[in-house]
């Protein structure tokens, strides 16, 4: 069965330093989300992507975050200067096209990001 | 505001019972609504949707019941077992021309007693 890949599983980083979250999509979809989890609560929305532009991105999806579709198999997520808060579980997600882009979800098993 | 609830946090059951998890939606326009199944470390796994022009649809041990008049949703799972302990959440969609965007509630954590 296709999945949603994410590298790596867990990442640590000093506050204010850069990271960039992988995500390799299932070949065939076509729309990217990222998510993400603060330990203990639910899974909240970032960003969406579709034909190489964000097509709607959360208020936490501020301007220290960007996603990019480097090539024609890799969506990151990059947060430009990390802070405590930013400390979560990411997941990446994708999506077939079709009459409604919600159907045939598929989530990766996330990163883990730890800034201290 | 968008919000898609729940209303326990923690359900305990015994292997062999049955189990309702519950979910309370506040959006009128959300047309489409999946149960996601996330065991410690993992991704959300998808266990059954809904559309909004249904109000019941089964699948293998999971029934989702789905009353558009009081905005609730439900997810029932027959003989519930060992391997069902996990955090279950509702989420929504709303929208044919949306970005796929999905609102998730709280979450659900389901313990299976033996």
């Known amino acids: 069965e296709p999945e949603v890949t994410q590298t790596p599983s867990h990442q640590v980083t000093q506050m204010g330093q850069e990271v960039i979250l992988r995500c390799v999509p299932i070949s065939n979809h076509l729309y990217f989300y990222w998510y993400r989890q603060i330990l203990g609560q639910k899974v909240e929305f970032l960003v969406s992507f579709y034909n190489n532009e964000i097509s709607e991105k959360s208020e936490i999806f501020d301007d220290q975050f960007s996603v990019e579709r480097p090539d024609g198999s890799n969506f990151t997520l990059k947060i430009r200067s990390t802070k405590l808060e930013d400390s979560a579980m990411y997941f990446c997600?994708?999506?077939?096209?079709?009459?409604?882009?919600?159907?045939?979800?598929?989530f990766g098993s996330g990163t883990r990001l730890t800034v201290v | 505001g968008e919000s898609v609830g729940l209303h326990l946090p923690t359900l305990s059951v015994q292997e062999g019972d049955n189990s309702i998890i519950n979910c309370a939606y506040s959006n009128s326009a959300s047309d489409y609504f999946i149960w996601y199944k996330q065991e410690s470390g993992k991704g959300p796994q998808f266990i059954i949707d809904i559309r909004s022009n249904m109000d019941k649809r089964q699948g293998q041990r999971v029934t989702v019941l789905l009353n558009k008049t009081v905005k609730h949703l439900s997810l029932q799972i027959a003989a519930t077992q060992p391997g069902d302990s996990a955090v279950y959440f509702c989420a929504e969609n709303f929208g044919s021309g949306n970005t796929g965007k999905l609102i998730f509630g709280q979450g659900t954590t389901l313990q299976v007693k033996p």
């Open positions: 997600a994708s999506t077939s096209t079709g009459r409604k882009k919600a159907y045939g979800y598929t």
